[in-house]
């Protein structure tokens, strides 16, 4: 009774912290435990594939999730009927997927209890996701939810991704420049901030050296959940039941010289191609949080923290300076200063706006992706923010370091961050 009480108290002076003067920062502030605390107890993701080649080809966004949902329960051994919501991110699917991923919770096990919706914050939605049920937690709408996302990239990408415009909006120049495709429009940001091809060759051959080195180390293997699938063998049309198990994008021996022989995709005096851009890809990811307290109540083990979030706009012929914008202010924030950070990950949409962010920021490469990132193994773009935590608290457990940041750029012009620490 007593506890109960306690933790009520803690809760009720949180919320009384009217401003943000009032609450204590820093690093030490954050490896602080507190009964209030969001939680990660599980955080896991699929493999990423090659689109129309890959290991997923002819699964459904609804089918990989259904198997990321299933290893999630049974590797944290959660109760399902504890669960409150799930949010999932997706970008691509119609009706944002709101229908077959309820569908995929039920078959995945998961109670009818349990509410599920999806959202679209472009390629942070799983990362948006995983906040709206941090948020949830955090002002007591819920007690546990799992923040997801998903992207069959294969199935659903395309230019019939984006709608038409109306007259009133291709009418309004900023407006329409939400329309721009991303490829052309981070052609003309590397060319005006002088982000060469040489440079975005050399970031993008350590993607791959990283990702490979790392592949071939095992140091995936604890954040992958295989997924056994049908496949459909495109040369003889027969179908398979196959264990996808590892992600199939990572190439070997990728050099910059061999990178320097790829034909430019958007200009043929540019410099971004297929080999220095986020691979087109299919996965999914899952990410369990719940309040410290309940936690432990479950004897759920606690593997990292949330602490908080930060969503930016830029100009929409801009959207790849997004990160360059949100992690200054989430580190503000926070209380903490850039050097405290012990890992970055940062989506790799482009090269070009990836490494321009992170010598903007000042930010050191070696705590940079260092496992690799989308250039190396995909960007599906619903589960990136999602996938993106799972790889950083295994990264942060196996080093022994404490925290870390994820961030990505948004289409349309934005940019989004979250400071988390390991446990």
């Known amino acids: 009774m007593a506890s109960t009480a306690n933790q009520r108290l803690s809760q009720v002076t949180s919320h009384l912290q ?6 204590k920062r820093g690093r030490e502030t954050l490896l602080t435990k507190n009964p209030d605390d969001v939680v990660v107890t599980c955080a896991l993701r699929t493999p990423i594939t090659k689109h129309r080649k890959g290991g997923f080809k002819d699964t459904a966004a609804a089918d990989l999730l259904h198997g990321t949902l299933v290893h999630l329960l049974s590797r944290s051994g959660i109760d399902p009927s504890k ?5 999932v991110g997706n970008v691509l ?12 919770a039920l078959a995945a096990g998961i109670p009818a209890s349990t509410a599920v919706h999806s959202l679209n914050r472009q390629c942070s939605s799983g990362l948006q996701a995983c906040v709206d049920i941090a948020n949830a937690i955090k002002t007591g ?5 799992i923040g997801a996302g998903v992207e069959s990239m294969t199935s659903q990408y395309g230019p019939a991704a984006v709608s038409d415009f109306s007259e009133l909006l291709e009418g309004h120049e900023e407006a329409a420049n939400c329309r721009v495709p991303m490829g052309q429009l981070s052609e003309d940001m590397a060319r005006e901030y002088g982000v060469g091809r040489r440079e975005q060759d050399e970031f993008a051959a350590v993607s791959f050296r990283k990702a490979e080195e790392a592949q071939k180390k095992g140091l995936f293997e604890e954040e992958i959940v295989p997924l056994e699938v049908k496949w459909t063998d495109p ?10 198990d590892r992600d199939d994008g990572v190439r070997e021996g990728m050099t910059p010289e061999g990178l320097g022989k790829i034909k430019p995709a958007f200009a043929d005096d540019g410099s971004i ?4 851009a986020s691979q087109v890809s299919d996965g999914a990811a899952a990410v369990l ?7 432990e109540e479950l004897g759920q083990k606690i593997i990292g923290k949330f602490v908080q979030a930060s969503v930016v706009g830029v100009k929409p012929l801009y959207m790849g300076i997004g990160p360059w914008k949100a992690i200054p202010v989430v580190l503000e924030k926070t209380g903490i200063s850039k050097d405290e950070v012990d890992i970055y990950e940062i989506n790799e949409a482009f090269a070009s706006q990836c490494l321009w962010c992170t010598k903007e920021l000042g930010l050191p490469m070696e705590r940079v992706n ?17 996938r993106q935590v799972s790889t950083l608290l295994t990264e942060l457990k196996r080093t022994g370091k404490k925290v870390g940041v994820t961030s990505m750029c948004v289409g349309t012009g934005m940019g989004m961050a979250a400071v988390w620490v390991a446990e």
């Open 370 to 386: 260092p496992k690799g990132g989308a250039i190396a193994f995909g960007h599906p773009l619903g589960c990136t923010g999602a």
């Open 273 to 276: 191609h297929a080999g220095n």
């Open 141 to 145: 709408m819920i007690d546990v939810g």
């Open 83 to 87: 669960i409150n919501d799930i949010v």
């Open 289 to 295: 949080l719940m309040r410290r307290s309940v936690a």
């Open 18 to 23: 009217s401003s943000e003067a009032d609450i």
């Open 235 to 244: 040369k003889t049309g027969e179908e398979k039941l196959v264990k996808v």
């Open 93 to 104: 699917a119609p009706g944002g997927g709101a229908t077959e991923f309820r569908a995929a």
